[in-house]
């Protein structure tokens, strides 16, 4: 079991800057490929943007430019930096561990899941 523990959500205006932070205490997080996930009321679970072991990384669409992902994997910590949020950005933000070897953007595919964070955009 790998536990996932999220930080940095919070309340920012319209184009201000979030960091998030995905942290396995005690586990190598350099063994899984990591994502960030969103959800908002009313829409389903999408993929933000991930990273796999070797640090190639994928954006959503809506998102690329503007949001970061990336590991440090001494700290066994991966981050999403938001930058030029915008309201549309709010939502819960989750991260999640792919166990598995394949590339896949569907929530399905991952195995552990942290509690989620909060970002809200004010307009």
């Known amino acids: 079991q790998v536990q996932l523990v999220e930080s940095g959500g919070g309340l920012v205006p319209a184009g201000g800057s979030l960091r998030l932070s995905c942290a396995a205490p005690?586990?190598?997080?350099?063994?899984?490929?990591v994502g960030w996930f969103r959800q908002a009321p009313g829409n389903e679970r999408e993929l933000v943007a991930r990273?796999?072991?070797?640090?190639?990384?994928y954006y959503a669409d809506s998102v690329t430019g503007r949001f970061t992902i990336s590991r440090d994997n001494a700290k066994n910590t991966v981050y999403l930096q938001m930058n030029s949020l915008k309201p549309e950005n709010m939502a819960v933000y989750y991260c999640?561990?792919?166990?598995?070897?394949?590339?896949?953007?569907?929530?399905?595919?991952?195995?552990?899941w942290g509690q989620g964070t909060r970002v809200t955009v004010s307009s």
């Open positions: 999640a561990a792919q166990a598995t070897y394949y590339y896949s953007t569907l929530a399905n595919d991952y195995n552990y």
């Open positions: 005690g586990r190598a997080s350099s063994n899984y490929a």
């Open positions: 990273i796999n072991r070797s640090g190639t990384t």
